[in-house]
């Protein structure tokens, strides 16, 4: 499990105090960032000439608000890996390590050119499986 750490930001807030539903996808997207930096890869994932990995599907599961202020834990699991594609679960804690919401996407390899699916190389792969699901 990959761990990292944010804060809600007042921007983030609808005019209750309480994270706007949709910016739970750029915070989980910066946890995604930051596990991708932990990989420490040859190649640069976000930027070159070979593959992109857009993401094919997404859900949001909430179960506590998240407040302007919180501290929270964004926890990354790898729910599924596959030759081209994998699944990532994130769970968001808030200070008290309740689980507030849960986010899952769905992320495919794609070459740039062609822009059809595209295996990942084993370095991404042997990076992925560190933090898969057993």
């Not at 919180?70 to 769970?91: A, C, M």
Request: proline share 2%; glycine share 2%.
């Amino acid at each position: 499990m990959f761990i990292t750490k944010n804060k809600i930001s007042f921007h983030d807030c609808d005019p209750a105090g309480i994270l706007f539903f949709g910016r739970i996808y750029e915070i989980c997207h910066s946890a995604y960032e930051d596990l991708i930096t932990k990989f420490n890869l040859k190649e640069d994932y976000w930027n070159n000439m070979h593959y992109i990995v857009p993401i094919l599907k997404s859900e949001a599961h909430y179960h506590k608000p998240l407040k302007h202020g919180e501290k929270i834990s964004i926890q990354i699991l790898v729910k599924t890996l596959k030759s081209s594609s994998f699944e990532l679960q994130y769970e968001i804690l808030n200070a008290k390590k309740e689980i507030c919401v849960v986010v899952y996407t769905v992320h495919v390899f794609v070459d740039k050119i062609t822009w059809r699916k595209k295996a990942m190389n084993n370095e991404i792969i042997e990076c992925f499986k560190k933090y898969q699901i057993k």
